[in-house]
């Protein structure tokens, strides 16, 4: 009959948006035939109650007579579709077509059928077949709760699991590479997969399940990066969803990428050297010892400031360096560095991730998730931490690993009673020294035949020293330095130093304070003069150069008196030509430089500080060479300069090794009342900060350069570093926060140059942009190329343009976005802006992309590639290859798209320990 013809042409799919066709063309029905429709192809065949009809149509919302509704409704529906598609039963109704007319009964029939399936390249033939008639969420323009709140999360639940399953099977053989010769079935497409997973992971962030598989696609389609990046998504998205941390199964398979990494450098070994003439302490090592078999361990070994924690712990520390096959750890967390602020955790989380060798593209800027990353990587590990010199608890809880085969020893003048008490640390008190510990400790540095020679003497040098090791250590080099002397001479002198500081200090300072005393009081003229002024250094070290701007005298006698200071055990050589000082010299040196005149501590101050600016600039000259920046006149008096690093990695090379000392530069400006020294300095370090990922340092020390730029009203600098915070706090991800500290900045900028206020618009609209307010973002920058233009800043005008680009192309305006884009490349081009040039180019090779040109698109991005390679910018030259080898893919050149993914895979091997992710200019 010709209504049974065209009920077997009936088509309906609620697999994604609700769509019904008859003999292929369309069938529009109003929003309650199409719930009454899909309600009843769920069950299609059977017969579906009235009830269920009518909770699902009208909810509890119901007419007054559900039934003769209904009955209307399937009248209405019979006339659409034919007369005998819905068929009357005892209780309800049933959609009486072919069950294949159904898309769900499709899919069900071919995942029953890969359950059943023998080989594995069939079941996963058959999962893929069925996953393709899912196009969609269910249900998509149905108007009906009961089927979007009951039947979509059950039929969701399937799939997922059939795509989870689907990955299982893709993974379970690495042989699958190659097409099964007895089916003909191609093997899995890993980067399909990976792409259909990542799709999912956004749609279903919670599921873990999803993620895990997609980490294990992307690891076996050689893609470990991605997949570690991956992990780090889900960590942030659990943190930030429900307040927890990835499942066991997600960390099972994290630490497995970390622990088969190629790019893993060989296990780092941090200690400082032991002290060779090390003796005694047999308890406390004893002690340390129990650590080894008991992993995890933690001990606190605490004592007042010189009593030899750090020696004791590094003796350990090499003496069981052997049971610790990944690595050993340690950094000097300046709890009491009189100077200069302890070490924040998450600085030394960041310097342990870079020792261990992760690339920077792989570390978060979050420094909760940095702690995550460096826990994961410690997870299966045998790793000795050292962490010290803490100030509290809280600096330690951080770095504390998160295996259960490492061992921590934190050492500190405080006790730490919170981790005794809730992790478990085992407490080591240090004392002072036995007679017969000091007796060897001054013999091993003396010679046991001169002490035996005088044994009065000897006794009475170790009284004086109280059993305090730093004493022993000054006193016996001091005598060992005077060979010819006897050592009744030298006891002599030290009780005169003592009876005149003995009514100045409490008992358990007495002996340091003697001792330091007398060895300074013989010191040279210029090694005295040298020592108290270091009292003014905010460590944590120093050079040469540095000690010679600081007192005003040459290099030559800034060397000589560094090596008396030596020789005297009151500087400490960390590394060549790099010197420290123990905390309580620098306190004693801080008490010394505080009596000398106001006028010319002020003035060494200075000079200590202008050396360090003029040595920050040339680095960050070098780092960052198109920024724009303030000149420096000629070199000051007595001020001493430094070689001027060639070329960005030398740049970045000196602020390693200085950054620490800059960073305390910036502080001490700050606290000895130089504001124009605190916001210059800070200043110069934005470049190197932003490169290494030290993001809270980067907002500390752009708060201290606003505060002293308000006491010194300079409201166009004001403006700029209120834009540099405002980029700190968006990679951050505290979105409001950036919003609330640009905002206010416009008003400041209205007296500034046009160009000032366009950087503002130009930031306000990047954070709309980050926002989800890309209207506005797109107003803001307009606004802000106009000013520009007026103004003749071509960097501005190019930089603004390609961000018109990214906001259109947001908003799908294609064909605006990619002639803004271009228009920037040339205006880039023109102002050899080369960097921010780079990652136009990529734009409009992403736009390309979006407008269906896949081989305009890769040769654009190829040409992108290339410009990170010429301008040295390992960062992000991985994802682009990434990004390459997906529009090779496109554009049908599978061959191409394989080599360039081994090559992104050889990038990442050998990238880098610390890298920047792009400017912040770069869209702003």
């Not at 997870?379 to 770095?399: F, G, I, S, Y």
């Not at 500190?412 to 992790?423: D, F, M, Q, Y």
Request: with cysteine; net charge negative; hydrophobic share 45%.
């Amino acid at each position: 009959m010709p209504g049974t013809e065209r009920t077997r042409a009936l088509s309906v799919r609620l697999l994604g948006p609700f769509v019904v066709t008859i003999d292929g063309a369309p069938l529009p029905l109003s929003s309650r035939l199409r719930t009454l429709l899909a309600v009843l192809a769920l069950d299609v065949g059977h017969a579906v109650s009235t009830e269920r009809i009518a909770a699902a149509v009208w909810g509890t919302d119901r007419p007054a007579d559900t039934r003769k509704a209904i009955q209307v409704l399937v009248t209405r529906l019979r006339a659409a579709t034919g007369a005998d598609a819905v068929r009357t039963t005892p209780g309800g109704y049933a959609l009486d077509v072919p069950p294949e007319a159904v898309d769900l009964h499709r899919f069900e029939t071919v995942l029953a059928r890969s359950n059943a399936a023998q080989e594995r390249t069939e079941e996963y033939r058959l999962l893929r077949e069925a996953l393709g008639h899912w196009r969609g969420l269910p249900f998509e323009a149905v108007d009906s709760d009961v089927l979007i709140a009951d039947d979509r999360p059950r039929l969701l639940e399937t799939a997922l699991q059939a795509v989870e399953r689907a990955a299982d099977v893709a993974l379970s053989d690495p042989g699958q590479a190659a097409t099964d010769t007895t089916t003909s079935t191609p093997a899995p497409d890993l980067d399909e997969l990976a792409a259909g997973l990542r799709e999912l992971v956004g749609l279903h962030p919670l599921r873990e399940g999803l993620w895990v598989r997609l980490m294990a696609v992307l690891d076996r389609a050689g893609r470990r990066t991605d997949a570690l990046a991956a992990y780090q998504d889900l960590y942030r998205t659990l943190r930030d969803e429900l307040g927890t941390q990835p499942g066991e199964e997600a960390q099972a398979v994290h630490r497995g990428l970390l622990a088969d990494d190629p790019a893993q450098p060989s296990p780092p070994r941090m200690l400082p050297p032991p002290d060779a003439a090390f003796r005694g302490r047999a308890e406390p090592l004893a002690a340390l010892d129990a650590l080894l078999d008991d992993a995890p361990g933690i001990a606190v070994v605490d004592g007042p400031g010189g009593i030899g924690k750090t020696t004791t712990v590094l003796q350990w520390a090499h003496r069981a360096a052997d049971r610790f096959p990944d690595g050993t750890l340690f950094v000097n967390l300046r709890g009491y560095f009189p100077t200069n602020t302890p070490l924040a955790p998450e600085v030394a989380v960041r310097t342990f991730l870079d020792a261990l060798g992760i690339p920077a593209g792989r570390i978060p800027d979050d420094a909760d998730a940095q702690t995550a990353l460096y826990r994961s990587v410690l997870a299966d590990r045998r790793v000795l931490v050292v962490l010290d010199n803490a100030r509290d608890v809280e600096q330690v809880r951080p770095l504390l690993p998160g295996g259960r085969r490492c061992v921590v020893v934190v050492t500190s003048r405080n006790r730490l009673g919170g981790l005794v008490a809730v992790e478990g640390a085992a407490r080591v008190a240090l004392g002072t020294l036995t007679p017969s510990e000091a007796e060897d400790v001054l013999a091993a540095r003396l010679g046991a035949a001169r002490l035996a020679a005088e044994p009065a003497a000897g006794d009475e040098l170790l009284a004086l020293c109280g059993g305090l090791p730093l004493a022993h250590v000054i006193v016996a080099e001091r005598a060992a330095g005077r060979p010819g002397s006897p050592l009744a001479a030298v006891v002599r002198e030290l009780h005169r130093h003592d009876s005149r500081i003995a009514a100045l200090s409490a008992d358990a300072d007495r002996p340091a304070r003697s001792v330091f005393s007398w060895s300074y009081r013989a010191l040279g003229d210029d090694a005295a003069r040298v020592f108290r002024l270091l009292g003014l250094h905010p460590g944590p070290h120093l050079t040469v150069p540095g000690v010679a701007s600081l007192g005003a005298v040459t290099e030559q006698r800034a060397r000589a008196a560094i090596a008396e200071l030596e020789r005297a055990s009151l500087l400490i050589e960390l590394a060549p030509g790099r010197f420290t000082m123990h905390e309580l010299l620098m306190d004693y040196a801080n008490e010394l430089v505080a009596a000398d005149p106001p006028q010319d501590t002020g003035a060494a101050t200075v000079r200590m500080l202008e050396h360090y600016l003029r040595a920050a600039h040339q680095a960050e000259e070098a780092l960052a060479p198109t920024e724009d920046r303030h000149r420096l006149g000629a070199v000051p008096d007595g001020v001493v300069g430094t070689i001027a690093p060639t070329g960005h990695d030398a740049g970045l090379a000196l602020f390693d090794d200085e950054g620490p000392v800059f960073v305390g530069m910036v502080r001490r400006a700050a606290a000895t009342g130089n504001p124009e020294y605190t916001w210059r300095l800070a200043r110069c370090l934005r470049a190197f900060l932003w490169a290494r990922g030290q993001i809270p340092t980067l907002l500390e020390t752009g708060h201290l350069a606003l505060d002293a730029l308000e006491t010194l009203g300079d409201l166009p600098e004001q403006v700029a570093c209120r834009r540099w915070i405002t980029h700190a706090l968006l990679r951050l991800g505290r979105l409001d926060d950036a919003w609330r500290t640009i905002e206010p900045t416009l008003p400041l900028a209205e007296s500034c140059a046009d160009d000032a206020r366009a950087w503002v618009l130009n930031t306000m609209a990047a954070v709309l942009a980050e926002l989800g307010r890309t209207d506005e973002a797109l107003d803001r920058a307009t606004q802000a190329l106009d000013l520009f233009r007026r103004s003749g800043d071509r960097v501005g005008e190019g930089r603004t343009e390609s961000a018109v680009g990214l906001y259109l192309r947001r908003l799908g305006r294609l064909d605006d976005a990619l002639a803004a884009a271009q228009r920037a490349f040339d205006t880039l081009t023109e102002a050899d802006d080369l960097w921010i040039r780079a990652y136009t180019r990529e734009l409009i090779g992403d736009i390309q992309r979006d407008r269906g040109e896949p081989g305009a698109s890769a040769d654009t991005l190829r040409a992108y590639t290339e410009d990170l390679r010429s301008l040295g910018r390992e960062t992000g030259l991985a994802e682009a290859l990434d990004k390459l080898a997906a529009a090779y893919d496109a554009a049908g050149e599978p061959h191409r798209a394989a080599t360039t993914r081994r090559d992104a895979e050889a990038v990442r091997s050998g990238v880098p320990a610390a890298t920047s992710s792009r400017p912040p200019s770069s869209t702003a």
